[in-house]
């Protein structure tokens, strides 16, 4: 069993910034895929940015160019460098983290960007 804590999220004006952060714990060998996915209110989890355990990384077309998602395999901890924050933006921010084939989601943390 994999645990996974975010932090980070909170209330931001637009155009600010914020960093996320999300520590697994537990059984983490071998951890692959990490990363973070959003929901907005009344729409469904889209992904935002993934990072493979080799540091090869994707982003949702949303958000290239402003955010940028990094890793500590050391850690264990995947971190989301918010930029150029939008009211768009707003959302509550989970984290993933896949083993095995099997994926685990932190509880989330809510990003409210104010316009």
């Known amino acids: 069993q994999v645990q996974l804590v975010e932090s980070g999220g909170g209330l931001v004006q637009a155009g600010g910034s914020l960093r996320l952060s999300c520590a697994a714990s537990g059984s983490t060998f071998r951890i692959n895929d990490m990363g973070w996915y959003r929901q907005a209110a009344g729409k469904q989890r889209e992904l935002v940015a993934r990072?493979?355990?080799?540091?090869?990384?994707n982003y949702a077309s949303s958000v290239k160019g402003r955010f940028i998602i990094s890793r500590d395999n050391a850690k264990n901890t995947v971190y989301l460098e918010m930029n150029s924050l939008k009211s768009e933006d707003t959302a509550v921010y989970y984290c993933?983290?896949?083993?095995?084939?099997?994926?685990?989601w932190g509880q989330g943390t809510q990003v409210t960007v104010s316009s």
């Open positions: 993933l983290a896949n083993q095995f084939g099997y994926d685990y």
């Open positions: 990072t493979t355990r080799g540091g090869f990384s």
